[in-house]
């Protein structure tokens, strides 16, 4: 068993490198945890898209 973590501020970056990663997987996908966190810095608002793919090789 693996794992594989992704981790971007900008949620269509997370969901190209994750369409990547499966369609070159030749393995097995066990299960997919998705995180979404926020938090201030100074004026901005930063987001951070983070998922893990738990999976056989």
Sequence with gaps: M???LF???DESDLE???NTF???LE???IDIKYQIASFAQ???QIYSYS???IYYE
């Design 7 to 9: 981790d971007f501020e």
């Design 2 to 4: 693996k794992v594989k």
């Design 51 to 53: 998922a893990m793919i």
């Design 42 to 44: 100074g004026e901005e």
């Design 16 to 18: 190209k490198s994750m």
């Design 22 to 24: 499966l369609n070159e």
């Design 27 to 29: 393995g097995e996908v």
